[in-house]
Antibody
């Protein structure tokens, strides 16, 4: 069974940093692109970033470009999201999600349970 | 960026009724690369439909998707109690990937 388990969320002050992790199991991690999608409280879904299976390609939403960095450690079956210069508008539940194959830009299935990031002073 | 607009915002129906949800794109979605997700309160989204009309594994056949170009539809033929939730469309034909704002299907 495919499982995705996010961690690393919490309360951080504006301008601060946080690193999210997503531990994957039940599939050959390196064979699949992965994405981060976030959902602000009471709002809809927003794609944040994606990385190819090999880690050689990464893409970002304009709203986080230059502040967030996606990476992966295929030896540890773990996806990461380094978030710097955090703003109040980054407050959201962050989900990791598995894509169709090794290349980016597909549908997402499945999703992790999410981790809440709150940016507030 | 492709903007997806879902309508209606809220759909009030009774169990057993048919639900028709619309997703309109600001420009043509490449190769019908459109997906639908269901989200219940406190849960992660679940994939229902990909490629406009292909059901994901384990999704009942009361869920169906159709459309092309800029107009797409999710139909639930007969609503079951567990179908009352929020539904999102997503296009994956071009970067950035985008979602619609969601349609809430509530019990009338």
């Amino acid at each position: 069974e495919v499982q995705l388990l996010e961690s690393g969320g919490g309360l951080v002050q504006p301008g601060g940093s946080l690193r999210l992790s997503c531990a994957a199991s039940g599939f050959t991690f390196s064979s699949y692109a992965m994405s981060w999608v976030r959902q602000a409280p009471g709002k809809g879904l927003e794609w944040v970033s994606a990385i190819s299976g090999s880690g050689s390609s990464a893409f970002y939403a304009d709203s986080v470009k230059g502040r967030f960095t996606i990476s992966r450690d295929n030896s540890k079956n773990t996806l990461y999201l380094q978030m710097n210069s955090l703003r109040a508008e980054d407050t959201a539940v962050y989900y990791c999600a598995k894509e169709l194959g090794s290349t980016i830009f597909n549908w997402f299935d499945p999703w992790g349970q999410g981790t809440l990031v709150t940016v507030s002073s | 960026e492709i903007v997806l607009t879902q309508s209606p915002g809220t759909l009030s129906l009774s169990p057993g009724e048919r639900a028709t949800l619309s997703c309109r794109a600001s420009q043509s979605v490449s190769s019908s690369y459109l997906a639908w997700y269901q989200q219940k309160p406190g849960q992660a989204p679940r994939l229902l439909i990909y490629g406009t009309s292909s059901r994901a594994t384990g999704i009942p056949d009361r869920f169906s998707g159709s459309g092309s170009g800029t107009d797409f539809t999710l139909t639930i033929s007969r609503l079951e109690p567990e179908d009352f939730a929020v539904y999102y469309c997503q296009q994956y034909g071009s970067s950035p990937l985008t979602f619609g704002q969601g349609t809430k299907v509530e019990i009338k």
